[in-house]
């Protein structure tokens, strides 16, 4: 056994290695996504680009953190006034469309009740006019 290692003493680590958290974490396929939609993570908000963001514009002061955030939720309460709006005339378009399918779908079915008949009704004659007229 080495005599700097004692087994109830934690190992320690070579300061040479440079461990996976010594810097920002990379960013993963989820957080690309997140940033696309402009959200955060904290990878997000490690990056260089964040981090100069973040001592270029200082954070706002409590006033202008209040405003900001009323005008965000003037923003999602005219969102949501939208999307209740945009649900009325969703239903309708889906009632209208469930009604021209079942047209069509009857058009269809008397279609094919029709060519079913004419279809018979061919044969028939052409087997009443091979009896009639042999070859």
């Avoid at 955030?69 to 009325?88: D, F, G, I, P, T």
């Avoid at 009604?99 to 087997?127: G, H, M």
């Amino acid at each position: 056994m080495n005599a700097d290692r004692h087994p109830s003493r934690p190992r320690r680590l070579n300061p040479r290695v440079k461990s996976p958290s010594d810097g920002p974490p990379q960013l993963s396929p989820i957080d690309r996504i997140i940033s696309l939609h402009h959200g955060s993570t904290m990878a997000i908000e490690a990056t260089p680009q964040r981090l100069q963001a973040s001592k270029q514009y200082p954070a706002p002061s409590l006033p202008e953190r209040i405003e900001q955030l009323q005008k965000q939720n003037s923003s999602l309460n005219h969102e949501v006034a939208y999307y209740r709006e945009m649900e009325q005339y969703r239903k309708e378009f889906e009632y209208e469309v469930a009604r021209v399918k079942e047209k069509l779908e009857k058009a269809l079915s008397k279609l094919a009740r029709s060519q079913q008949r004419v279809d018979d009704e061919w044969t028939q004659l052409r087997q009443e006019s091979r009896a009639t007229y042999p070859e």
